[in-house]
């Protein structure tokens, strides 16, 4: 499964997380896709507040010890993040717009 990702130091800069809260090592795989789909449903509340829900469990993981779902939910935020910078690159923000006031899913088109 090849999936783009933003870079990390990306990630940290609009996430918030710390070096410490960052749990590298798992490799994006199918096993992410429904936790990305959990997180798109509540796309409704806005981006901003999904993103701070990825984060808020990525810190609550990392806090209980849960090391290898926190590594596995940086790689969810990692790609909630890039659907968000594509859904921006590619002038489709009113289309996520309309998408999160009807609470449903999005999927960035994909490249020609």
Request: include cysteine; charged fraction near 25%.
């Given at each position: 499964m090849t999936v783009n990702l933003i870079?990390?130091?990306?990630?940290?800069?609009?996430s918030g997380l710390r070096a410490h809260e960052m749990i590298v090592g798992a490799t994006p795989s199918v096993?992410?896709?429904?936790?990305?789909a959990a997180y798109r449903l509540k796309?409704?509340?806005?981006?901003?507040a999904v993103r701070g829900m990825i984060v808020a469990d990525i810190r609550d993981s990392v806090e209980l010890g849960e090391i290898d779902f926190a590594a596995d939910l940086l790689v969810v935020l990692r790609q909630f993040l890039?659907?968000?910078?594509?859904?921006?690159?590619?002038g489709v923000v009113e289309g996520l717009r309309v998408v999160?006031?009807?609470?449903g899913d999005f999927d960035p088109p994909s490249k020609s």
């Amino acid at each position: 499964m090849t999936v783009n990702l933003i870079a990390l130091s990306r990630c940290a800069a609009i996430s918030g997380l710390r070096a410490h809260e960052m749990i590298v090592g798992a490799t994006p795989s199918v096993k992410h896709s429904p936790l990305l789909a959990a997180y798109r449903l509540k796309l409704a509340k806005g981006r901003d507040a999904v993103r701070g829900m990825i984060v808020a469990d990525i810190r609550d993981s990392v806090e209980l010890g849960e090391i290898d779902f926190a590594a596995d939910l940086l790689v969810v935020l990692r790609q909630f993040l890039t659907m968000c910078e594509t859904a921006d690159a590619r002038g489709v923000v009113e289309g996520l717009r309309v998408v999160e006031e009807r609470g449903g899913d999005f999927d960035p088109p994909s490249k020609s």
